[in-house]
Each structure stands twice: as C-alpha cells, then as structure tokens.
C-alpha cells in the first residue's frame, strides 16, 4: 500500500489542523493505521492509533485531550485532528500502516510509511 500525507503547515500556537493520509489499494480496511513524528535532531516517537475499524484508538500522553485520530475505510483514509497546538507539537507528521497486529506505538511494527507532512506551530 502506498499513503499520502498532507494537511501540514504554519499556524500558531493554540491553532489547529486536520492532516489526511490517503491510502492506495483495496486492502484499506486490513491496516491498523497510526500516525509518528519526527522533530529535528530527535527520534521519530509515536503520537496516535487506531484499530482497523477503528473501534479503539491510543495516544501518546501529551496529545490527549487535543489530538483526534480517525478513519473512514470507505475512502481509504485517516485523520489526526490536531487541536490546541503548542510548538512542541512542530515535527513532521508521518502515517503508517500495520497488516500484522503489532505493538501500536512501536515505529518497527508499521509495513508502510507515507512521506510526511511538515507541522510547524510558532509561539
């Protein structure tokens, strides 16, 4: 499978944005799906979860309360609704799928990774 991140940007502190990973293929609805990030000169880490019908979902503690992820199978999608950003929040954005049924917050249990979209909030 093939993802396309996009929704990235500049906004500023306490804004919001909605990135969107859209996924190539038939098997949308196998994946469990989550997004990571990546801030400059630190470790990719993750930030949130969600199941292949998207009835459980996990986040990283300091998201909770103001990220919301989502999918809708039927379009092959996924969401992160990211609201009250802080300018720790800056890193590129990367969504990722698993077929296996990994540790969701573990970067080596995704088979597909998008390219990223850069998120960038100023204070």
């Known amino acids: 499978v093939q993802l396309l991140a996009c929704g990235g940007g500049l906004v500023q502190a306490g804004g919001y944005l909605r990135l969107s990973c859209a996924a190539s293929g038939r098997a949308f609805s196998r994946y469990a799906m989550a997004w990571f990030r990546q801030a400059p000169g630190k470790e990719r880490e993750f930030v949130a979860f969600?199941?292949?019908?998207?009835?459980?979902?996990e986040y990283k503690d300091s998201v909770k309360g103001r990220f919301t992820i989502s999918r809708d199978n039927a379009e092959n999608r996924v969401y992160l609704q990211m609201n009250s950003l802080k300018p720790e929040d800056t890193a590129r954005y990367y969504c990722a799928a698993d077929l296996h049924g990994g540790l969701p917050r573990s970067a080596r249990a995704y088979d597909y990774w998008g390219q990223g979209t850069l998120v960038t909030v100023s204070s």
């Open positions: 969600i199941t292949r019908a998207g009835g459980s979902t």
